[in-house]
């Protein structure tokens, strides 16, 4: 596929999710986090124009004088902008503003895109394709927590989007000490994070051919698994304490049946599947509950050819950090993912809420360690 | 005009005063004290609903199962209901679907209505008018504070909203000391803080029959009112420097000159209107900087027939405090005033936004000291 | 008693009640309300330095260039001072170095007054005298704090501190309507904040002529009064819920039965006793739980020659305001009682640890409706 | 040694570098992280109690009932706890009787050890004896902590506890790439996050001999370091704006030069020291600004025997994780290390108040990044 076509298909697509909505969904964020769908579009729009258009269509004016304010997310070198808690403020400008705004940056992008652009642009324009998917992927996890907290419980779609993924028997592959590389090869587009490719030296271990399941995870559960400081870390049993977690993001029992708020609306809880909105701490002391452990994430990729993913981000025990020779780029796309390399745990695999073509094996997600709005899931690991 | 004009007429205002606002305006709630209007409009139907129609009219059912918790604003003897911080976290139900219920509440209430009502039912329905009217004014205060943290600052109406009032030579009134009755007397509708008519001594003292100018206040600022902690109480004295204030609420200073948002968008500071959005914390030292003090409450009343009122909200040095022998409403409608009276100010009055009729001199506002999104002024007294 | 007598009895009762202290027991502050004896010797000792000596006793100077920062309360024309929430974070200087600094003081003010001094100078002084013994009521209160927060629930002293009071079947006194006067009259001494004697018109009410004791209180709380929302303001609700209370401040419940903590340490609560450490918010909803309401300080102070007072700080509906005609003293002394003229509740009486000759009628006292440290009570009125 | 000298030669050293305090300095605890002297007492000694003589000398009876709640730190597994931030809040029990409790436990301890203990119970004294030194090193810090936020600047001791340190020209040493070996190994006593000894591949880097100077941290900071985005975290950018961070901690300018308080009082910056009191953010935004790094652990580990370290605490890259095969003790001591592996950094070395014998180049210390009161310094490494 050429790159106007891919730039043109990753922009339908964000369209297309917004298809169901009404125009009051598009404003709410009720946390910090999760920005309103409104303002994604303003800012994955802004990606391109801030980045791209500025410095490499001639002529190009921004299109309104306070949007690269209203929607600069965090580049410092890119100037002042709004609060990140801020964002569910504004009414203004419309939906139908902002999707005017969208509508000029792609006419630009095509006018920019016609001409034909060099490997280092064009480099550039698949990072801001690849930084509208990430925000689909973000759409869903934001609608979800905005919907879940509304006691109406909304539905985003009737054909139930389907977030069920498939989690079987428990099986465990025995992987043999030795170098491997780790790390993003080949032509294909790769953020910074993923480089440069580099040895490993990683110990025997064996990892589980499958997500845990819902069914696994209600045992933890019922064995008391949140009341036994044993399997917790002091941070994890102080968040649990503090907030009164005893469940999952989501469940609600009802009636002594476990139920889960979903995208289709609210579901009984279906122990085949795998479990989903886990927090680090929470896949961490299943895991030690199972006696067992996450795995690292150099373990996650050496493996990850040997089983199924892509239903559930995973936790690994890694923490995100960059890899032996880590470049960051130069200037205010640099800022993209370097400046995060500090307390926060990385994720491997993928979700149900991926785009299509988004994930790879050496994608390097990363969250703190008390989220769980991501479809995040657990995959045990044993030395 | 009958109670069904009456009833009918208010709530055509609160439909008209929304048709300048587009769908997304009806959502956000920035601040806890500034509720989204279509919570506004939802909450006010649920008044008439959950106070009169589920008592009163034969065979009513409530329009949707959880419109009680959602609109619900703190009346504990409802039930539970939506944070009062979180009402702009809801997309749903629909500004549409808020519109629907507001027209079968009118359509049950007419029913009601033609059948005649009972003296106490009428009371009842005429406390739902007057805090449907009540809303009305907060309504423009809210979407004022909303619109004002918008970078784009959007203008309410483009026919200037007035927000001007009037304010002149600063000449004082004498008030000879005496035994002065305080309170509501008649047939006309009062809230029940205003109740009962009891006598009050007033020692002599002097008024001033016109409201502080913005020229008067900017000659405070200055002097360096907002530096010098003489004039201010010690709890004042810290919110001004916690929060870092030094000028009221919208006020900015560009190039040397002081501009405003209005519901109109940004005008420059008009040195003869009155000064508006002032907390109790400020008028309390402006008057101390003057010499002179804020009325008191009875002061205020006493002396009402002798200037001109009805621009600003002004604050009084009176507790909210119940007057002797007040007694607070059976039921849950006697939440409406006599649990918040601690810890808040006094203000009378009225406001450029105060919907024609429902201020009268016995009228007794409150709000917490801190807060200036009313358009709360001063006016001077002094023993 | 001659002024120099006067001061050095008041000086010699704040070192007598410190006796039973060991040296840690001077330093630890807990919250921010709760100064540590050695605090309170210093400040105490300062504020003669700082209000007279240092102005009125030639070529005096300061016995060490940070003690005024270190022993300022909150006299912002005194200049910059220790956070108030951070005075339990001082070892230094030394228990010993702050008695010689007391010392110091005494022997400076012993020759300022023994050249005789003028009328308003002796007045300052009597200021003084009762500030410090202010702080000596303040030294029981504080102290008990910190001491019911150790789980070795220390003993101040052995031969009980008395705190119990006397408590009565509860009768009422019949007070006539009329007009009444207010306030501080004579040559005794007095604060500002007595101050002008003035008139008050007063509707007939009934006022109770003893203090609400335990065993009612009990009664209270068995009816379900930490319960019900009805009985309390919305502020108190929130505060009862945020914080979990069921019961008044140090009460505990052992296998069934109420003991409190006092400074003689862990006692059964007796029901006979007066009730104590109440706040504001529970006086008021016990008033309402009896359908009666706390009498206004007017009220009490009229009605006050035919009660017996001062086993408890007595809650009054009042809010602390100026009197008609209050003027703060000049000068920094002046922000000893003005600047707290907003957010607070008066409290009339005195209690079993105000110092001989330190309460009178019209004495004001004000704290937070949220505070019970003080050996506060319940009196009830009705109109 | 034997392990009954060794035993007392560290509980004699706690005594002694108490010696120049006064009974009042072990009383504050200004933050939650700075432990009074006196808790600090009681808690090692209660760590013996706990956790030896409790379980292996017959017929022991714990010293005093509240003493477990009192002095025990983190151990979820021992029971219910003082707040961590309330230590400071405890006058009680006095120092003395602390002392007669740590002379008791010594007494017991010595009773225990001269029966002979076999080889799993040496293993947990040397632990507790460990677990003592790290207090040691705490209680340096912690006072240091609290002595410069006295206004008076108190000096621990007048011959200067030495905090100077050494720091030479900068100068890299070059590793080759290749495997090395991890972690702690032989029969010396080491803590469970130290093992397992384990292989970890490691790429050519290289090292900087020295400890980074004051001097050099100057021109960083002149250069406007701390204005400049580009060099930090995300997470570092907003502890600095938000604490208004623009110097290391206990820094002070005074007429244009820089002092820092220290265990001595108040001293001017020698350039030539090595820089201290520096967070991860800090040293990390150094590092960038050199266009460098900081060592991950596993390198630091490998080059130590290259490089003199010993008078700072080095931030490495590396989070505080498991090594491969890492298993935590049985038991509540198993809370020790392992429940604290998330969100925090690796320091390697050891400091200028380390005590002799306690640091080791295996030895792994961990702490949050935006702490610095231990004296940590910067390293540099680049690949």
Redesign the interface.
């Known amino acids: 596929m050429n790159l106007l076509d891919a730039f043109q298909k990753a922009r339908k697509a964000s369209r297309d999710m917004c298809l169901p909505l ?7 964020q ?1 946390i910090e986090f999760a920005s309103p769908p ?1 303002w994604s579009l303003g800012h994955t729009s802004w990606f391109f124009e801030e980045f791209i258009l500025k410095y490499h269509l001639e002529g190009y004016k921004p299109f309104h004088p ?1 949007y690269n ?2 929607f600069n997310s ?1 580049y ?2 890119a100037g002042s902008r ?1 609060r990140r808690d ?1 964002r ?8 139908d503003e902002v999707y005017a705004y969208r509508h000029h940056v792609d006419e630009q992008m095509a006018k920019l895109l016609s001409k034909g652009v060099n490997s280092e642009l064009g480099e550039l324009i698949t990072l801001g394709i690849n930084h509208e998917q990430q925000h689909q992927e973000l759409f869903y996890t934001d609608m979800k927590y ?1 919907f879940s ?4 419980f ?1 539905a985003y779609g009737d054909r139930a989007y389907c977030e069920e993924g498939t989690s079987g028997e428990e099986q465990f592959i025995s992987m043999q000490e030795g ?1 491997y590389k780790t790390g993003h090869v080949g032509n294909g587009f790769s953020y910074d994070n993923e480089q440069p490719l ?4 990683i ?1 025997s ?1 064996e990892i589980c051919d499958t997500l845990i399941s819902n069914g696994s995870y209600l045992e933890f559960m019922e064995d008391g698994g949140y009341r036994n ?2 399997y ?6 102080k968040w649990l304490n503090t907030n009164g977690i005893d469940h999952p993001l989501y469940w609600h029992l009802q009636n002594g049946r476990w139920f889960q708020y979903t995208l289709a609306g609210v579901r009984e809880v279906n122990p085949k599947h795998p479990v989903s909105h886990i927090t ?2 929470e896949a ?1 002391a299943f895991a030690a509950w199972k006696g067992m ?1 996450l795995p690292t994430e150099f373990e996650w990729e050496a493996a990850s050819d040997r089983f199924n993913w892509g239903d559930r981000w995973e936790w690994t ?3 995100y ?2 890899y ?2 880590y470049k960051k780029a130069k200037g205010t796309v640099g ?1 993209y993912n370097g ?5 926060q ?1 990385v994720l491997r695999g993928g979700s149900v809420v991926t785009p299509t073509g988004h994930s790879r094996k050496t994608y390097r997600n990363f969250f703190h ?1 008390h989220l769980g709005w991501q479809f995040t899931g657990i995959r045990l690991a044993k ?1």
């Open positions: 009404i125009t009051e969904d598009y404003i709410p009720p409104k306070m304010f209203l965090y410092e070198g709004t801020s569910g403020h504004l009414s203004r400008p419309s939906v905005t907290l509304n006691p109406l909304p170098l580099h040895k490993t030296f110990h271990f400081h044993e917790w870390h002091e941070e994890g049993w680090y701490y961490s452990r025990e890694s923490a950090l960059p032996p020779g800022e400046k995060f390399m500090v307390s745990k360690p030395s």
